[in-house]
């Protein structure tokens, strides 16, 4: 009987002690994420993520998977993956050594501080948005080849060489592909005056072949990166472009290179992140919201309740300012970092959080250091079998970048000088405010928000993380972190779970639509939060990476999109 007591004892303590473990206030069963043992790619198409995790199973490390899956998803998923483009990785190297590269696009020489104006003086956003003329110096064929020159273990020809069959043999359409397709047909039409690959009509299930970009990956085997650069694709790229107006020259092409930064490191609880450095704003955002909201228990307070929504809220909106002013090209402006993401500085940012009523942009701004001188895009996640971890976000900037598409090349060119701020004070395509710090100037690079991180536990990896999205890139990548931390989610449900973002300005919080109690929204606004549930955009499609307490990985592929986990 006795027995019986302590076994019943011990059943009702471990039982509870289960239950704090997942706070989840869901009716739902948790949704696990594939698990593998050994690596795992989880990235927007199943055909990357494959492409990757073979890569891996043929002994390739994962910065050897990373240019494998990155043209994979440039021939796969031209939405965002690309080669007119540019990008950020951070990686964790299986001895702990951390490190970051900036492949971001960079300003054209002829480029300058009011290009985008007219002769009011006010933005043509149309300018920075689509065609020739919103195109920066594309960095992701340098990227790739600079991480494979530094950590690379096979050869670009054993790299490339399923990537070259992808484009040859062709992939299969999905239903969310052949939407977006429709969606964006005019546009193309309209922007590259004449058809193009993609405007074509295509229907899911169709297999689409892009021989033209086999064609150019097939010179870039023979070539390297100064084929792109200096060679026939440059010089093809470059008549193009010049041709629709633009002003990218060869000299630009043969200016660019990808830049080694040292990614961003901060502290939550016990968690160390690593995260991106400027030109993105993702790593010092991320770092000051988190340590903003560091000492408030929303583990209590619980996932997506009025509590959490408004410390969270009240943090993002913070940063966001900061972001607004102080952010830019660290090679043209200076940056307060160290000051920025400090305990004290963001303390007495928080300082006038009142739980009772809503913080107004409008009674906000940056921050004051003393002696201070002054969604598209798509992340993929892999961890090898050897313990190495990467974590890279690439984009074109909005969906098919400028939807300019080079026929002989087979691939679309990126609109990222629209994240410059073409007229400090007025807002870009996601509706971002910057300054000075961040106004054009010949060769800079636009700020960004991609925020590709990593979290280490207890001095091991945890976690890889990242997602598309603009401007909600940051708040998505905090808020799967969060869900896992402080929620016991899984990671496939941290990523699955609805989201909300705010960023400054404009001043409403935005929220996934249907999938927030309809009580919090209402006590929020009770509060003055402006609330908005219409908005179609998505708020990230976040793919990540968890280690498990056993060592496996779990792979979080968001549902928003046809992300896959793959892994062996
Ligand atoms: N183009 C989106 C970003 O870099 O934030």
């Given at each position: 009987m006795r027995i019986l007591y302590v076994l019943l004892l011990i059943i009702i303590v471990s039982c509870k002690k289960n239950q704090e473990l997942p706070v989840v206030k869901t009716e739902k069963k948790p949704v696990i994420g594939v698990i593998e043992k050994n690596a795992m790619v989880v990235s927007a198409r199943e055909e990357a993520s494959k492409i990757g995790r073979d890569i891996l199973k043929k002994g390739g490390n994962a910065f050897d998977a990373m240019v494998a899956t990155e043209m994979a998803l440039a021939v796969a998923y031209p939405y965002a993956g690309n080669l007119g483009g540019g990008g950020f990785m951070v990686y964790r190297k299986a001895d702990g050594q951390?490190?970051?590269?900036?492949?971001?696009?960079?300003?054209?020489?002829?480029?300058?501080?009011?290009m985008y104006l007219d002769e009011n003086g006010d933005p043509i956003s149309e300018k920075s948005q689509l065609g020739a003329m919103a195109v920066g110096v594309p960095g992701t064929i340098a990227g790739i080849f600079e991480v494979h020159k530094k950590f690379g273990t096979l050869s670009i020809e054993e790299l490339l060489t399923p990537v070259v069959a992808l484009a040859e043999d062709g992939y299969v359409i999905t239903e969310m592909q052949e939407k977006r397709l429709h969606h964006f047909k005019e546009l193309f039409l309209e922007t590259n005056k004449d058809t193009i690959l993609y405007a074509g009509t295509i229907k899911a299930k169709d297999t689409l072949k892009n021989v033209m970009l086999g064609k150019t990956l097939r010179r870039i085997i023979e070539n390297g990166k100064d084929e792109f650069y200096k060679g026939e694709t440059g010089r093809k790229l470059v008549d193009y472009l010049q041709s629709k107006g633009g002003i990218i020259t060869m000299e630009d092409l043969g200016k660019y290179e990808a830049k080694w930064r040292n990614p961003i490191q901060f502290s939550y609880k016990d968690l160390n992140i690593i995260s991106m450095s400027p030109p993105s704003s993702g790593g010092v955002c991320l770092a000051q919201i988190m340590k903003m909201i560091e000492p408030y228990d929303l583990k209590s307070y619980g996932h997506n309740t009025l509590k959490s929504i408004q410390v969270i809220t009240e943090a993002e909106r913070r940063a966001y300012a900061d972001r607004?002013?102080?952010?830019?090209?660290?090679?043209?402006?200076?940056?307060?970092?160290?000051?920025?993401?400090?305990?004290s500085y963001l303390a007495d940012r928080m300082n006038n959080f009142d739980p009772n009523k809503a913080t107004l942009s409008t009674d906000l701004s940056y921050g004051t250091i003393p002696g201070y001188e002054s969604s598209e895009t798509t992340h993929y996640s892999i961890v090898d079998q050897f313990g190495n971890a990467i974590s890279v976000t690439t984009t074109l900037n909005g969906a098919y970048g400028s939807k300019l598409y080079v026929p002989e090349l087979g691939f679309f060119l990126n609109n990222e000088m629209d994240d410059f701020s073409a007229k400090p004070g007025t807002p870009n395509m996601f509706g971002l405010l910057g300054a000075e710090a961040n106004a054009i100037a010949p060769e800079k690079r636009m700020l960004s928000s991609m925020t590709p991180t990593l979290v280490e536990k207890e001095g091991k990896l945890w976690m890889s993380v990242g997602t598309p999205g603009g401007s909600t890139i940051i708040t998505s990548v905090l808020q799967t972190i969060l869900n896992v931390k402080e929620f016991g989610m899984s990671m496939q449900d941290a990523v699955n779970a609805p989201r909300f973002h705010h960023?400054?300005?404009?001043?409403?919080?935005?929220?996934?639509?249907?999938?927030?109690?309809?009580?919090?929204?209402?006590?929020?606004?009770?509060?003055?939060?402006?609330?908005?549930e219409e908005e179609t955009r998505v708020i990230g499609k976040v793919d990540g990476i968890l280690v498990l307490p056993n060592g496996s990985l779990e792979g979080g592929a968001d549902r928003r999109g046809d992300d896959t986990a793959v892994g062996f």
């Open positions: 951390v490190g970051a590269i900036d492949y971001r696009e960079k300003a054209p020489l002829a480029a300058f501080k009011d607004s002013f102080y952010l830019g090209d660290p090679d043209f402006v200076k940056i307060p970092i160290d000051t920025l993401i400090s305990d960023q400054w300005l404009p001043d409403v919080v935005i929220f996934e639509p249907n999938s927030f109690d309809k009580k919090v929204i209402d006590s929020l606004k009770a509060k003055g939060y402006k609330t908005n």
